[in-house]
């Protein structure tokens, strides 16, 4: 609309005089904010005050913004519809409509208020951040409740109520929420993002039974009826106490720190006195005991014609054991090329061409006659038959193969040779005997001579501890000691074999004899297991220049593999 | 002046209080070893935890301090300078509390949430050093309401003198003064923008509409340019005066202007600074809570 806006003023000289504005515009905007139409001054002008538009009865409609009011012929009201002659006041400002001129739509004449002063002309600018659209409280609000709701009052509720098809949805704020960090991969595998399948009831920490679910045939420390009655410990700790989950950035779930171990073992005398435990705050000579070798020995007592042997473990340091295994094996010597040599190259053995590391990269595959001693000692007896071998570890057997073997020499009608093996007898050149008699009786002596050296002079004796009976009957004459080796000289402890194959600048046999002094070992006596002396000249507790950290759980497994206790010995194999 | 007193507040006292907390924080921090990584779990993160928790407590008490205008507590010049340092440290403390483990999850939101906190509060710091003097220097003496004053006479001069003036320039200088932007949203009080206008009307034509008038310089151009084609020696003096008003007007209204952008800057943090330390309480009872619900 084509407005003419009439401004009512004093001249200095005290005369009234009026100054005419004519505008074009949609509608007329009243207020104390500059860019209105009619810019009002006054305590109670809002800047976008209210606003005047034409209606099609060329009458014209006033709407105040929210909150404003104006009077209108002296009436105070929001909103009304004026015509010509009709006064509005605004905040002490009069403005009165009046017919229009040719030309215009609408005619209005201002008054302004003459009290106005500056600091009113002022409050018509937004000078302050407060009158901008921010707002503190409104902000705090919007974020505070925007925090309660994503981060406690969703998650909760999904969490509380079965509604997969909600916490499915993308972007949903469930309880991984209040994850502390990411889980184990193999732990996130098996339970995804269900938080309750561990933290099954609210403010109480995760329970064993919780863990057990799953790893139900994980061994404890210890019975826990031995512990409890025989200490002052008490039930073992949780398994949250060592295997601390969502804590990055360790990966591994397992507190390597020798601290919770220590923090009992340290005083084991007084915890587990009953059990006869040592002390142990660390690992060096000063902090750890010396080691304990688990041995299997043999006890021996008369039954009937023979002996019974019973083996028994025996525990004993280290420093003062023997080996008692009824084997006749001096170490030296296999050593020694100018003795024993590689049947296939001529050089010396070496200590893997008899001990093979077992896949577990701790243990070694059994020494066996089969196995390993055949290669250089063979069980020949037979000339005219090279491939036949005596049968190992059964001596029966051994005595009736001999027997059969003179027996056919003796009934064989194609054997010329009837000739009792050689007697060696010192000093005597023609010591052949001819047999004279039966067969069968000439057989009987021949293989009863032979047994008697293979048992006592050159065979089994060799390697064997045989005992001799006085009995008539020569199957009972002889009997052979068993031979136990152990599988594990400590059964509580794990030692990587592998890991030390290389030591220091050394490398093979040179590596083994750091540990094992076996190239000066004439007996088989000796325990080739060293102690913690030989442990800390490479390992340490604490981490220092020229040695390697050693944390408890490195030898030590806190769940221990019971069943390894109960074998901790080979059969030698028959 | 404000910021000495808060930063040299009784000899920088709470300044050794702050890096008294931080030393011995890292000392317990540092203790961590062994048993499981540094995290908020040990009991030395419990420990951090519970003091950094209690920080933020008694900082976001600042608030309720300031409004307790009879409170004899300590002064509130020494409460704030106890905030700024206190608060500093705070940074410290809960950074060791968290061992820079982060995350999406509630307790790195109330890590992120206290360090926008305490980061807008370095703003606001910087700004209370700087800004004062840059205010003084700017209204040269003269508060906001002496300077609106002053331009409410100019204006009121410059209507005065525009009634006698030609009509073109009359409706040019009466609209510029009607149509001048003083402040304005948050981007007019925070940059300045002046959106003024006035009634540029063209002396060939007769048309007349609204043109740009930032910083007053085309309405001064404009009475400029008509003192020389002038006819009346009285006319021209009037002009002259009218340009010398609203000359006049220009300085006042850069001073103006220059003077909102300065204040607004002072207080643009805290609508950072206090929403988000609300926000962040919220946060800090949500993230113990969920710790110990998933304990």
């Not at chain 1, 052949?432 to 293979?454: G, L, M, S, Y």
């Not at chain 1, 064997?464 to 009976?469: A, D, K, M, T």
């Not at chain 1, 220091?504 to 040179?510: C, I, L, V």
């Not at chain 2, 317990?28 to 062994?34: I, R, V």
Request: charge should be negative; include cysteine.
């Amino acid at each position: 609309m084509e407005a003419l806006l009439r401004e009512t003023g004093q001249a200095p000289d005290g005369t009234a005089e009026y100054r005419d504005l004519e505008i074009s515009a949609e509608r007329i905007t009243i207020g104390s904010a500059p860019d209105r139409n009619i810019q009002l001054l006054g305590k109670n002008v809002a800047p976008q005050h209210a606003e005047l538009r034409m209606r099609n009865d060329a009458r014209f409609e006033l709407v105040c913004r929210s909150g404003a009011s104006v009077r209108i012929n002296g009436e105070q009201t929001s909103a009304a519809t004026l015509s010509p002659g009709d006064e509005v006041e605004i905040g002490g400002n009069h403005l009165v409509l009046f017919e229009p001129p040719a030309g215009f739509d609408a005619g209005l004449q201002i008054t302004r208020d003459a009290n106005v002063d500056a600091s009113e002309f002022e409050r018509a600018f937004r000078t302050d951040l407060n009158q901008a659209w921010l707002s503190k409280r409104a902000a705090a609000w919007i974020f505070s409740v925007l925090v309660i709701v994503v981060a406690f009052v969703l998650p909760f509720f999904l969490s509380q109520s079965n509604v997969p098809e909600i916490a499915a949805l993308p972007f949903v704020p469930d309880d991984t929420l209040w994850s502390s960090g990411p889980l184990l991969p193999a732990h996130e595998l098996a339970v995804g993002t269900s938080c309750n399948t561990c933290h099954q009831v609210p403010f109480q920490r995760v329970q064993d039974d919780a863990c057990l679910s799953c790893h139900g045939r994980i061994e404890d420390h210890v019975e826990q009826g031995t512990l409890v009655s025989s200490t002052a410990l008490g039930p073992t700790a949780r398994c949250a106490s060592c295997h601390r989950e969502h804590n990055e950035p360790d990966p591994h779930i397992v507190i390597r720190a020798d601290a919770p171990c220590t923090e009992c073992h340290q005083e084991s005398q007084r915890l587990f006195a009953d059990l006869g435990i040592d002390p142990v705050d660390g690992f060096s000579e000063r902090t750890h005991p010396s080691f304990d070798a688990y041995l299997y020995k043999p006890f021996a007592s008369p039954a009937g014609t023979g002996i019974r042997f019973d083996w028994r473990t025996v525990v004993e340091p280290v420093s003062a054991a023997t080996e008692l295994s009824n084997l006749k094996f001096p170490h030296d010597t296999h050593l020694d090329v100018a003795k024993v040599m590689d049947p296939n190259s001529g050089e010396a053995l070496h200590c893997t061409d008899c001990h093979r590391l077992s896949l577990d990269r701790e243990h070694f595959i059994p020494v066996t006659m089969q196995a390993v001693c055949i290669d250089c000692h063979e069980l020949t007896f037979d000339p005219a038959m090279p491939d036949r071998q005596l049968p190992h570890g059964q001596p029966l057997e051994v005595m009736l193969t001999l027997e059969g073997q003179y027996l056919r020499k003796f009934s064989d009608p194609a054997v010329d040779n009837k000739e009792i093996r050689p007697r060696r007898i010192p000093d005597r050149h023609d010591n052949t005997q001819v047999c004279v008699n039966t067969a069968f009786a000439c057989a009987a002596e021949a293989a009863a001579e032979d047994i008697r050296e293979q048992f006592t002079v050159r065979g089994c004796v060799s390697c064997h501890i045989v005992e001799q009976h006085a009995v008539p009957d020569i199957y009972s004459r002889y009997q052979v000691h068993p031979v136990r080796l152990a599988a594990d000289y400590f059964p509580p402890a794990r030692f990587n074999h592998a890991s030390h194959l290389v030591m220091r600048e050394e490398t093979g046999d040179a590596a083994c004899a750091e540990c094992h002094k076996a190239q000066d070992s004439r007996v088989s006596t000796d325990l080739l297991i060293p102690d913690i002396g030989t442990c800390v000249e490479c390992h340490s507790d604490v981490r220092k220049p020229g040695y390697v950290p050693l944390q408890c759980i490195d030898c030590h497994a806190y769940h221990p593999d019971v069943s390894r206790f109960g074998t901790v010995v080979e059969a030698d194999e028959p | 002046m404000i910021h000495v007193g808060i930063l040299r507040h009784a000899g920088s006292r709470y300044l050794w209080w702050g890096l008294g907390t931080i030393a011995v924080s890292s000392v317990l921090f540092a203790t961590q070893s062994g048993v499981q990584p540094p995290n908020g779990g040990t009991w030395q993160g419990y420990v951090l935890g519970t003091a950094g928790a209690l920080l933020i407590v008694w900082l976001a008490m600042l608030g309720v301090r300031k409004r307790r205008y009879r409170s004899t507590v300590g002064t509130v010049q020494g409460w704030t300078s106890a905030h700024v340092y206190l608060g500093s440290a705070l940074l410290v403390v809960a950074t060791l509390h968290s061992a820079a483990q982060v995350g999406w999850n509630v307790h790195t939101l109330a890590y992120v949430l206290m360090c926008a906190v305490i980061f807008s509060g370095f703003y606001g710091i910087f700004t209370y050093i700087n800004y004062p003097h840059l205010l003084s220097s700017n209204r040269a003496g003269l508060s906001r309401a002496e300077l609106f004053a002053e331009l409410y006479e100019l204006d009121k001069r410059g209507r005065e003198l525009g009634a006698n003036a030609p009509h073109d320039v009359n409706v040019a200088t009466t609209s510029s003064i009607e149509r001048t932007a003083i402040g304005g949203g948050l981007i007019a009080q925070l940059f300045g923008r002046d959106r003024s206008q006035f009634i540029q009307s063209s002396g060939e034509t007769g048309s007349a509409g609204p043109a740009g008038n930032r910083d007053q310089q085309a309405v001064i151009d404009f009475i400029a340019e008509r003192i020389p084609r002038t006819n009346k020696i009285s006319e021209a003096e009037l002009l002259q005066e009218l340009l010398a008003v609203f000359c006049r007007r220009q300085a006042i209204l850069r001073r103006i202007a220059r003077d909102i952008r300065l204040q607004g800057w002072l207080q643009v943090w805290l609508f950072i600074h206090i929403p988000l330390s609300i926000a962040l309480l919220f946060a800090l009872v949500i993230h113990i809570v969920t710790t110990f619900i998933y304990w």
